[in-house]
């Protein structure tokens, strides 16, 4: 004897079908709302990373590919005193490396400190205690490649006051020119065993 079944019954269990096969695709779709999310804050602290990685490589090239270096001797002048040749000043001369970049020289970027047994200056002022002159370039501030530019340390004028102070032979002095970008240029030397109006440093 065949067995009808209740069409309620029947009804009931496709709705239960129905509302489970709905459920399964709320929580696969707030699966993947929740995967994108992620994805979303995964790749935007990528790209955050990967931004300020770039922006430590460019400072870094930029440090490395800005810098100065000598373009011969050091060469410090003396004057004949009552107390005998008392030196007077020192003179630099300076290019780019190649490949380089250009330098500002000017007085608002560059900053030039000098240093001896018996005074320290961490900046030098322009026009009295020291000269920066261009000796073969363009005419600008900028220090290019195939340019040099000559420093003069008055020596005189950072001891302006003080007569009873004065270099003496064996002293070592030292000279740091800071550009505002790349490498310090330190110039050290130590003066002869007998003070001259003219010496050559090397």
Same mark, same amino acid.
């Given at each position: 004897?065949?067995?009808?079944r209740?069409p309620?019954?029947?009804?009931?269990?496709m709705a239960?079908?129905?509302?489970?096969?709905? =459920?399964t695709?709320?929580?696969?779709?707030a699966?993947?709302?929740?995967?994108?999310?992620?994805?979303?804050?995964?790749?935007?602290?990528g790209?955050?990373?990967?931004?300020?990685?770039g =922006?430590?490589?460019?400072?870094?090239?930029?440090?490395?590919?800005?810098s100065?270096?000598?373009?011969?001797?050091?060469?410090?002048?003396g004057?004949?005193t009552?107390?005998g040749?008392?030196?007077?000043?020192f003179t630099i001369y300076?290019?780019?490396?190649?490949g380089?970049?250009?330098v500002?020289?000017s007085?608002q970027?560059l900053?030039?400190?000098?240093?001896d047994?018996?005074k320290?200056v961490?900046?030098?002022t322009?026009?009295?205690?020291v000269d920066?002159?261009e000796i073969?370039?363009d005419?600008d501030?900028?220090?290019?490649y195939g340019?040099?530019f000559?420093?003069?340390?008055?020596? #005189?004028?950072i001891?302006n006051?003080?007569?009873n102070v004065?270099l003496?032979?064996n #002293?070592?002095?030292?000279?740091?020119?800071?550009p505002?970008t790349?490498s310090?240029l330190?110039? =050290?030397r130590m003066l002869?065993p007998a003070? #001259?109006?003219?010496m050559?440093l090397?």
């Open positions: 004897m065949k067995v009808r209740n309620r019954v029947r009804l009931r269990r239960r079908r129905g509302l489970t096969g709905l =459920e695709a709320i929580i696969l779709i699966f993947v709302i929740v995967a994108a999310a992620f994805a979303f804050a995964v790749l935007n602290l790209f955050s990373s990967t931004q300020k990685s =922006e430590v490589l460019k400072a870094g090239l930029e440090e490395a590919t800005s100065v270096e000598l373009a011969g001797s050091v060469i410090a002048m004057a004949n009552t107390n040749v008392k030196v007077e000043n300076i290019k780019t490396a190649v380089k970049r250009p500002d020289m007085e970027t900053v030039i400190s000098y240093l047994p018996y320290a961490d900046k030098l322009r026009g009295t205690e920066v002159e073969q370039g005419g501030t900028l220090l290019e340019e040099v000559k420093i003069v340390i008055h020596v #005189d004028q001891y006051g003080i007569d004065q003496q032979p #002293d070592v002095i030292s000279i740091e020119i800071k505002s790349g310090i330190k110039v =050290e002869p003070i #001259d109006c003219v050559d090397a």
